[in-house]
């Protein structure tokens, strides 16, 4: 999926300037993928500095402003391990983490988002009981269950 978002920001280089959203983060991992692709496009680190040989006159540093990636799940403890995750890989200042549902907390970015990255539950509940033991034992049901049909229903 990371790929996907630099082939875009390839493509378009002011995607890179707006914050992104990651839809149901989980663990955070596509976010902090994301956080360091946007920093690495930016040419700046986690903090806001420009990479070593960037940077101008120590007297002139411009202000530099952070991109974001706003990394939303439903689950409180999705949330809490998106952002332990975000702080243990160094993009705690590029990667806000926000509990609710799909686009819920997101409704002020309508419109300025550079864009969207999700892996949704995309099993179809007809499937569920089915599941091998190591994805149903450690994945949340709501985080695999698709819905009724052919999966992604949660979107």
């Not at 707006?18 to 991992?29: F, H, I, M």
């Not at 700046?44 to 940077?55: C, E, I, R, T, W």
């Not at 864009?115 to 091998?132: A, D, H, K, W």
């Amino acid at each position: 999926m990371i790929d996907l978002a630099a082939t875009a920001i390839a493509a378009n280089s002011d995607l890179a300037a707006a914050p992104w959203a990651d839809l149901g983060t989980g663990s955070g991992a596509i976010a902090v993928g994301l956080a360091k692709l946007l920093l690495q496009q930016s040419g700046l680190n986690a903090v806001g500095k420009q990479h070593a040989g960037d940077n101008g006159p120590p007297h002139r540093q411009p202000q530099v402003t952070l991109p974001k990636v706003l990394a939303v799940d439903l689950s409180p403890t999705a949330v809490a391990y998106a952002a332990a995750n975000a702080e243990r890989c160094g993009v705690r200042n590029t990667v806000e983490v926000l509990q609710g549902s799909w686009f819920e907390p997101l409704q002020q970015q309508k419109g300025f988002l550079g864009g969207i990255l999700s892996n949704p539950p995309y099993i179809p509940r007809v499937q569920m009981e089915g599941l091998q033991a190591e994805v149903g034992r450690h994945e949340p049901w709501n985080a695999l269950d698709g819905g009724p049909q052919a999966g992604l229903d949660s979107l």
